[in-house]
């Protein structure tokens, strides 16, 4: 399953950029969808995560970026305001559901760039 994600770029300090991943129409009983980034000799680490209504963020990230979903495009988004140096990383898209069997499903990444 691919999961197709977009957005990245390169921005100054202090700008914004907005990601957005969409799942395959085939996926049903989507649960919960996130963003997860990774920079350079770092681990992958979650970055936000909707999920029933339900968000919740990253320390680091709480207050500038806000994570949506659109269900019906099966569609989850990522608004990054107030971007500084160390948010930039590959950003990853997660869909996460399923009823009696699960799935975890991965986008390819987008790299986010933070530089003046």
């Known amino acids: 399953v691919q999961l197709q994600a977009s957005g990245g770029g390169l921005v100054q300090p202090g700008g914004s950029l907005s990601l957005s991943c969409a799942a395959p129409?085939?996926?049903?009983?989507?649960?919960?969808m996130g963003w997860y980034h990774q920079a350079p000799g770092k681990q992958r680490e979650l970055v936000a995560e909707?999920?029933?209504?339900?968000?919740n963020y990253a320390d680091s990230v709480r207050g500038r970026f806000t994570i949506s979903r659109d269900n019906a495009k099966k569609t989850v988004y990522l608004q990054m305001n107030s971007l500084k140096p160390e948010d930039s990383a590959v950003y990853y898209c997660?869909?996460?559901?399923?009823?009696?069997?699960?799935?975890?499903?991965w986008g390819q990444g987008t790299l986010v760039t933070v530089s003046s």
């Open positions: 997660n869909v996460r559901g399923g009823i009696w069997k699960k799935y975890d499903y």
């Open positions: 909707i999920a029933s209504g339900n968000t």
């Open positions: 129409g085939s996926i049903v009983a989507i649960n919960a």
